[in-house]
């Protein structure tokens, strides 16, 4: 990799996949070329490349061969922003010319975690340690915020929310979406299907929603490594005709898919920001959010949905009620606070921040 002629922006990610981590990184390393020469790398590819962006995956079939990687390029870049926790031990052990940013978008605590990641949380935790020799600390929440300076010992800390393409996430006029509806309410969740997301909550909630509402369908998009245990837990309480995993979508297909959806549900036991909220707020959705972490901050700020406490499936079937009957007041708020989030204003957040570093 030869040194770029002028500021290089290294984007760098963990893994190339769905999830909004990528997405993220992806829109930063496109709306930052017009500044900066920009790159995105990561660690494995997942996923087949749908952007016109240039990726670089680093041969490292280990962690400690990521870090060695990692020392070899590092100081081919005047700024190295990295999203990838893991990254930082190999970052940040010595000096370097690149200035570092690294953005937390959250850790898994670990009463949340399976059985069998605990090792791999405790790992996060002794990673992000290392966030104390960044240049920059990027909070994407007031939650994760918090943590940075009151957990991890950042002194330089900002917070920078994750953006929302609200020119493509949008209340969509022509009603090709209609084609994806299913059930009335159609109930939307997005992200991974994984112990900490409240899958079991979801479902289990299911049974009490379909008394209240019996035409409602739960449509789960994306996938993890617990989908094929959710799946079996479906088919054993017979409601397969009531809830569809969808597995993961294209990106440009899920505006269809939001706006085809009533409601989105964002009930999961920890979240450090919760896209897929600001996704559906775009499109114009009410969300209901679980009171906890980055959660409740978008629901406190934007009116645009309900907030739930506990476990009680009735809890959900109220808030789904609630807001079934107060449909346009929630609409109307969810897209007015979207728009705060659009990436143009994110990216101007960001510049500011690698200018900042670079100065000194």
């Not at 290294?10 to 070329?33: M, W």
């Not at 949905?305 to 499936?313: N, T, Y």
């Not at 921040?353 to 000194?360: E, I, P, Q, R």
Request: aromatic residues 10%.
């Amino acid at each position: 990799m030869v040194k770029m002629s002028k500021t290089s922006v290294c984007q760098l990610i963990g893994c190339y996949d769905y999830a909004g981590i990528t997405q993220v990184a992806v829109q930063l390393s496109i709306k930052l070329r017009e500044k900066f020469n920009t790159i995105l790398i990561t660690r494995k590819i997942a996923r087949r490349t749908e952007e016109n962006i240039k990726i670089v995956k680093l041969d490292a079939r280990t962690t400690l061969e990521y870090w060695k990687a990692l020392d070899r390029i590092a100081d081919q870049f005047d700024v190295i922003h990295t999203h990838d926790v893991y990254s930082l031990p190999g970052l940040l052990r010595k000096k370097r010319t690149a200035k570092i940013v690294y953005t937390d978008h959250g850790i898994v605590p670990l009463r949340y975690s399976r059985i069998n990641s605990f090792h791999g949380t405790i790992f996060a935790h002794f990673c992000r340690s290392f966030a104390r020799r960044a240049d920059v600390c990027i909070g994407v929440s007031d939650y994760i915020v918090d943590e940075l300076k009151n957990r991890v010992g950042c002194l330089n800390v900002l917070k920078i929310p994750n953006g929302v393409d609200t020119e493509k996430f949008k209340p969509i006029k022509d009603k090709e979406y209609l084609k994806l509806k299913l059930g009335n309410p159609m109930l939307l969740k997005v992200g991974l299907i994984e112990k900490h997301r409240a899958i079991d909550y979801h479902i289990y909630s299911m049974p009490f929603i379909l008394k209240k509402f019996p035409k409602a369908h739960l449509v789960f998009i994306g996938t993890g490594r617990d989908i094929n245990y959710y799946k079996t837990l479906v088919r054993d309480m017979r409601l397969d005709s009531f809830i569809h995993f969808l597995g993961w979508i294209p990106n440009q297909m899920l505006p269809l898919y939001y706006n085809a959806a009533d409601i989105i549900l964002q009930v999961d036991y920890c979240h450090g920001f919760g896209l897929p909220i600001l996704e559906g707020m775009a499109c114009g959705k009410p969300v209901i959010a679980r009171d906890a972490y980055a959660m409740r901050e978008h629901i406190q700020k934007s009116g645009a949905g309900v907030l739930i406490q506990g476990k009680d499936p009735h809890e959900l079937v109220m808030a789904v009620k609630h807001i079934l009957d107060n449909y346009d007041f929630y609409t109307q708020k969810a897209r007015e606070y979207a728009k705060h989030f659009d990436w143009e204003r994110i990216v101007a957040q960001y510049i500011k921040a690698y200018k900042k570093v670079l100065n000194g």
